[in-house]
C-alpha cells in the first residue's frame, strides 16, 4: 500500500493544471486577504495537515495555480528543505515547492486542517530559516466568519451581531491599508492586535448570517475608512480617544451608554505595600504609599487622572496608566469606570430653574432627557460667564489609613468606540444596528 501510494503521488505530481480562483469556482472573483496564523503556526518547524488529499499549487497574480493533487491517509506535514518548502508523508518527501508563494488547497475545495484548527481557503507556508509560518488565504467576508463569533457572543441581538460586523469589517480594512504585518508576507495576523480569528472552530449560524446581511458596508469619515475600535464593557460611557492613546479622532468621541445590558463588574483590593511596589516599578521615588484620589475625570465619570500620596511627595497617573499601573501587583485594572471606597469624589451643588422655581441640590442626584428622550444621570454640569465654559469638575477626597484600598469599577476594556454589551443593550431596546453605529461612532457614514 505504501509503494502504491507514493507512486500515485509521483505520478500526480508530473501533471500541470491550468490556474483557477482561490475559491475554484466564481466567475467574480471575491477580495482576498492573508491572515497569518502567529498564535499556533508561527516560526514552526513542522506544520502537521491533517486533510488526506490535498492540491499543491502557487501563488501568481493573486490566484491560485495547482501544480499536483497529492494523497496520504495519514495526512501531511510541511517542513523546510535546503531552503525550500516540502510535503512529506509518514516522514518521506512526497512534493517540493520551488520559488515563493508554497500553496494548499483540500483538493475539493473544503477546508483544510492545520493540527486542531480548521480553515477556509488556502493555507501558504513562508519559509524563515528553517522554520515555517502559516498564512491563510481566504476571501475577506468568510474572514469574518472566524472573527465575528470570537469577537461578539453568538447570542447576543441580531442588529448588536450586524453592527458588530460592520465595525470588524471596517477595522479590517483599516488595519490592512496601514500595512503593519507586509514585511511578514500577510495583511493580519490572527490575535487580538487585530482582531481575534480562529478559522471555522467557532463559526456560528447567527454571526455568518449577520455578516451576509451586512456584506460589505463599512464606516467612513470624510470619505476615509475609520479606525472603528470596539470593547466589551463600557461601564456606563466611552471616552474619546486621546484619553487612551495619542491621536484625538473626531468619530471617537465619549458618549453615555444608557442601555448597556450587563455590564461587567469588578472589584480590587490592593494593600498600601503592593501599592508601593507599583510605585517603585515605574520609578516613582515617593517613599511608601499613604493615600490615593481620582483627581480627574471626564464628563461621564470616567477616571482621566489619579493622584497617589507617599511619605516622601506625590505621584500623578493620567489617562491608561490609571489602568495599567496596577499591572505589577495583579494586573490592569478592568477598565476606567470605578471608584476608590472612601474617596469618592464629591459632586458639586447645583441650581436649576425653570423661571419660577429653582432648586438647588447635588449634581449627581439630577436626572437628563437627551433629544432622542433617553434619560441618565447628570454626570456634569458647566458655568457660563459670557466668554468662557467652565465645567463644574467634581472635588476629590483621599483614601487613607487601614492595610489598604479597594477599587470597585465597571466595564472590561479600554473603553473607546463600540461597547459591545453596550450594543446588545441597544438591540434589546429596539434600535437598529445603524442606529447602534452612529451612537459609538460620531458623524460617520455607513456604506
Not at 483590593?269 to 517613599?287: H, K, M, P, R, V
Not at 484620589?293 to 496608566?321: H, K, P
Not at 473607546?416 to 445603524?434: C, D, E, N, P, T
Request: glycine letters at 10%; hydrophobic letters at 35%; aromatic letters at 10%.
Amino acid at each position: 500500500m505504501k509503494k502504491l501510494t507514493a507512486i500515485f503521488l509521483l505520478i500526480a505530481a508530473i501533471f500541470a493544471f491550468p490556474t483557477i480562483s482561490l475559491s475554484l469556482a466564481q466567475a467574480d472573483a471575491p477580495e482576498y486577504i492573508r491572515i497569518g496564523l502567529t498564535r499556533v503556526f508561527a516560526n514552526r518547524e513542522a506544520i502537521p495537515i491533517g486533510n488526506t488529499r490535498i492540491t499543491a499549487g502557487v501563488s501568481r497574480a493573486g490566484n491560485f495555480h495547482p501544480l499536483a493533487n497529492l494523497q496520504s491517509e495519514s495526512g501531511f506535514t510541511a517542513r523546510v528543505t535546503v531552503g525550500q518548502v516540502a510535503l512529506y508523508s509518514q516522514n518521506q518527501q512526497v512534493f517540493i515547492f520551488t520559488g515563493e508563494g508554497a500553496q494548499i488547497m483540500d483538493e475539493s475545495g473544503d477546508i483544510v486542517r492545520l493540527g486542531s484548527y480548521s480553515y477556509r481557503g488556502a493555507i501558504e507556508f513562508r519559509p524563515d530559516g528553517s522554520s515555517l509560518t502559516a498564512i491563510n488565504v481566504l476571501c475577506i467576508e468568510e474572514y469574518l466568519y472566524g472573527v465575528l463569533p470570537v469577537e461578539m457572543s453568538y447570542y447576543f441581538h441580531i442588529n448588536a451581531l450586524k453592527a458588530q460586523a460592520i465595525a470588524s469589517r471596517t477595522f479590517m480594512t483599516y488595519r490592512r491599508n496601514e500595512g503593519r504585518h507586509r514585511g511578514r508576507g500577510f495583511d493580519l495576523c490572527d490575535d487580538i492586535h487585530c482582531q481575534s480569528y480562529r478559522g471555522t472552530g467557532q463559526e456560528h449560524e447567527n454571526t455568518t448570517h449577520a455578516i451576509r446581511e451586512t456584506a460589505g458596508q463599512m464606516l467612513f469619515y470624510n470619505n476615509r475608512v475609520i479606525l472603528a475600535v470596539y470593547h466589551a464593557s463600557s461601564g456606563g460611557s466611552t471616552d474619546s480617544s486621546e484619553n487612551v492613546w495619542v491621536e484625538a479622532r473626531p468619530y471617537l468621541r465619549a458618549v453615555y451608554c444608557f442601555a448597556e445590558h450587563s455590564p461587567a463588574e469588578w472589584s480590587r483590593t490592593f494593600t498600601w505595600e503592593q501599592i508601593t511596589t507599583a510605585l517603585q516599578s515605574i520609578g516613582a521615588n515617593i517613599g511608601n504609599a499613604t493615600g490615593i484620589s481620582i483627581t480627574n475625570t471626564n464628563q461621564y465619570g470616567r477616571v482621566q487622572e489619579i493622584t497617589i500620596y507617599g511619605t516622601d511627595g506625590q505621584w500623578v497617573l493620567r489617562g491608561e496608566a490609571t489602568r495599567t499601573f496596577f499591572a505589577p501587583i495583579g494586573g490592569n485594572l478592568m477598565s476606567r469606570n470605578f471608584y476608590i471606597e472612601g474617596a469618592e469624589p464629591i459632586t458639586p451643588d447645583v441650581a436649576v430653574t425653570d423661571g419660577h422655581t429653582t432648586i438647588t441640590t447635588r449634581l449627581s442626584s439630577l436626572m437628563w432627557k437627551n433629544a432622542p428622550g433617553t434619560i441618565g444621570p447628570a454626570l456634569t454640569a458647566y458655568v457660563y460667564d459670557g466668554e468662557t465654559l467652565r465645567r463644574l469638575a467634581p472635588t476629590p477626597t483621599r483614601a487613607t489609613g487601614g492595610t489598604g484600598i479597594t477599587i470597585n469599577g465597571r466595564g472590561w476594556g479600554h473603553g473607546v468606540g463600540m461597547s459591545q454589551r453596550g450594543a446588545h443593550g441597544m438591540a434589546l431596546a429596539g434600535f437598529s444596528y445603524r442606529e447602534i453605529l452612529l451612537h459609538y461612532y460620531t458623524g460617520v457614514e455607513i456604506r
